[in-house]
């Protein structure tokens, strides 16, 4: 191995015997953590078992990022977490890394008129996170600034500084820029541990002595905790969603464009569009798998149901053939209060989790930062709100921001 390379397939040569704390898992959630804990000057080593970085959940995403929150915990993540990736070069420190971030906006929209007030609440507590640029939108305002979508919807929420990046140039960025190393195509196969808490970690290609471990193993989070005989309070669920190839009926301009009712969207990508329909009834998955299987009519039904939200659909719907849809399909990850597990484990000194997003792509930064921040002692784990030990001490609060696809 070339000894300058970071990013590689260990032998039993050049596997690290030893490091102050191992990553699980090479998702966004993963290589923002290892970044942030090199960065805090511990030698960091992260362990993926795919061939490449961003290569599971987080390249299955819609990528998009809002600072429409309405649990502070949330937003307390997600607020910092733009402003990194607003100066990501920056904050990874490689001039010029470009993440294609686009600030197009975000449109939530309801068929519901009793939903105003409600939406009036969120946009006041948006205020009073210091997101000064979200908005209530009635329905002439709907009409007048963003003509494809329904006369049906009446009222709404928008936030011209929401949108969305590029997943794989972030994740890319944060490792790059980072004093980690990431290991390939190396499974963790399970944790050792000692009197003083985490011992080791082992691998496919052998064994790695640490004191500390970050679970952020995305959809088999649950299956590191079972190494140290843990059971996490997550539940996968499957989410599917289409890619339409590019038609001149797409507005390209347009925001990421939301139906709380019916909890579909769509946005512009390329000329084409991304769309999604988040199933409430989706069942939970008990073991999930890294081919997630799609529906061979999910396309048929989302594009239907999207047609409610923006009429165009149905004339590009008629405009279309198999070979423009692409439906693929990752999980979200669910805790009781729809807000990730962030921070150690009590009853494993040294296991910590950073694990059960939906929203991973936009949350990531802070949530990396804030696991080395806790690692480091630079934060008490009582200062942290979404630590997982919440539960159990009955500080549990639903959440209640709009597209989780859960009620
Ligand atoms: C359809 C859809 C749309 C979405 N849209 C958005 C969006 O617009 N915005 C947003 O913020 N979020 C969105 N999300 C959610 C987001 O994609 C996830 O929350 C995020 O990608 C999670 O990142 P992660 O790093 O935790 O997980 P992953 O990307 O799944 O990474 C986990 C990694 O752990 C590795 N791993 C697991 N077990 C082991 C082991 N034993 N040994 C070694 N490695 C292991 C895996 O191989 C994997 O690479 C969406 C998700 C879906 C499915």
């Not at 939530?108 to 409600?118: G, Q, R, T």
């Not at 944060?174 to 985490?198: C, E, M, N, P, Y």
Request: proline share 6%.
């Amino acid at each position: 191995m070339n000894p300058t390379r970071k990013i590689f397939v260990p032998d039993a040569a050049s596997l690290p015997k030893t490091a102050d704390v191992v990553v699980v898992g090479g998702g966004i959630v993963g290589v923002a953590t290892a970044f942030w804990l090199s960065r805090a000057g511990l030698d960091t080593v992260l362990v993926e078992m795919r061939e490449g970085l961003s290569t599971l959940t987080t390249p299955l995403s819609v990528e998009s990022f809002r600072a429409q929150m309405t649990e502070s915990a949330m937003a307390d993540l997600v607020l910092p977490s733009i402003r990194m990736y607003e100066n990501f070069a920056e904050t990874v420190g490689i001039p010029g890394h470009d993440i294609a971030l686009k600030h197009q906006g975000y449109l939530f929209v309801s068929d519901d008129a009793a939903m105003a007030e409600k939406l009036r609440q969120a946009v006041a507590v948006h205020h009073s996170h210091g997101v000064t640029g979200s908005e209530f939108v009635d329905a002439d305002a709907i009409r007048r600034r963003f003509p494809y979508i329904s006369e049906r919807m009446v009222c709404g929420t928008f936030h011209q500084n929401d949108g969305w990046l590029s997943s794989h140039e972030a994740t890319q960025g944060f490792a790059k820029g980072s004093h980690a190393k990431f290991l390939l195509q190396t499974r963790v196969t399970g944790i050792g541990t000692d009197a003083a808490g985490v011992a080791a970690v082992h691998t496919s290609r052998g064994s790695i002595a640490t004191r500390h471990v970050v679970n952020a193993a995305g959809p088999f989070a649950q299956s590191i905790a079972q190494m140290v005989g843990v059971t996490l309070p997550v539940d996968a669920v499957r989410r599917q969603k289409v890619h339409v190839a590019p038609k001149p009926q797409i507005p390209r301009s347009a925001p990421l464009c939301i139906d709380i009712g019916a909890e579909t969207y769509w946005r512009p990508e390329h000329g084409g569009a991304l769309m999604a329909w988040v199933d409430p009834d989706e069942p939970v998955t008990a073991n999930p798998l890294e081919d997630v299987p799609t529906d061979w009519d999910y396309a048929a039904v989302l594009l239907d149901k999207i047609t409610a939200l923006s009429p165009f659909w149905a004339e590009v719907a008629e405009t279309l053939s198999a070979s423009d849809l692409t439906t693929t399909a990752g999980y979200y990850m669910y805790t009781p209060d729809d807000q990730p597990l962030i921070g150690p484990v009590d009853a494993v000194n040294g296991f910590h989790l950073n694990c059960g997003y939906w929203a991973g792509v936009m949350l990531s930064p802070e949530a990396g930062r804030r696991v080395s921040c806790l690692v480091t002692g630079e934060m008490r784990p009582e200062d942290n709100p979404l630590r997982p030990s919440r539960f159990a001490e009955g500080l549990v609060t639903t959440g209640d921001s709009f597209l989780r696809g859960r009620h």
